[in-house]
T-cell receptor
Framework: GESVGLHLPTLSVQEGDNSIINCAYS??????FIWYKQESGKGPQFIID?????DKRQGQRVTVLLNKTVKHLSLQIAATQPGDSAVYFC??????????FGKGITLSVRP | DAGITQSPRHKVTETGTPVTLRCHQT?????MYWYRQDPGHGLRLIHY???????DKGEVSDGYSVSRSKTEDFLLTLESATSSQTSVYFC???????????FGNGTRLTVT
């Protein structure tokens, strides 16, 4: 089966610095990946997605990188702000389109 | 919230009682999902639906049933609640087969 996991449970960054959140997946057939942000008391919020035919995709202040060779993806947040403090999840799916979610990493932004 | 309303937002119930959670969407999306979220487990799929009266089991479906009689509503029923079903339940919708899920704000269920 597929597992999707995050390397570290917590990440603390200084306000204004760039944040990098990493995620590994096990199923080489996975072809679609999503990053979510979850604030306390709310549901996961879609940030950005990427398909396996791409290595990089950029959004507003966020970039997702996909390395299929080592089955790794990362979320980069530029100029991290206090409002970025939350739990971040990666999720991946393969041919059946069922998403498998990682356990989440808590991003804490220091003022 | 992508036009998703979950009700109730909080529920406390006793072991052995039936419980129904409701998910209502205004987006007319075909695909709907129920997940539970527990510490140390991440989000786990309970049941999902491809359309009206078309549902299937997820990875943790035991003790749960679902119904979808209208496109906009997806109900999750715990026939006889157990303490292990204490959790936060999220409904999600999806426009296309391989596109992002959009989540509601969850129902916190406590079974005493």
């Amino acid at each position: 089966g597929e597992s999707v996991g995050l390397h570290l449970p917590t990440l603390s960054v200084q306000e204004g610095d760039n944040s990098i959140i990493n995620c590994a997946y096990s199923n080489s057939a996975s072809d679609y990946f999503i990053w979510y942000k979850q604030e306390s008391g709310k549901g996961p919020q879609f940030i950005i997605d990427i398909r396996s035919n791409m290595d990089k995709r950029q959004g507003q202040r966020v970039t997702v990188l996909l390395n299929k060779t080592v089955k790794h993806l990362s979320l980069q947040i530029a100029a991290t702000q206090p409002g970025d403090s939350a739990v971040y999840f990666c999720a991946g799916s393969g041919a059946n389109s069922k998403l498998t979610f990682g356990k989440g990493i808590t991003l804490s932004v220091r003022p | 919230d992508a036009g998703i309303t979950q009700s109730p937002r909080h529920k406390v119930t006793e072991t052995g009682t039936p419980v129904t959670l409701r998910c209502h969407q205004t987006e007319n999306h075909r695909y709907m999902y129920w997940y539970r979220q527990d510490p140390g487990h991440g989000l786990r799929l309970i049941h999902y639906s491809y359309g009206v009266k078309d549902t299937d089991k997820g990875e943790v479906s035991d003790g749960y049933s679902v119904s979808r009689s209208k496109t906009e509503d997806f109900l999750l029923t715990l026939e006889s609640a157990t303490s292990s079903q204490t959790s936060v339940y999220f409904c999600a919708i999806r426009l296309l087969y391989n596109s992002p899920l959009h989540f509601g704000n969850g129902t916190r269920l406590t079974v005493t």
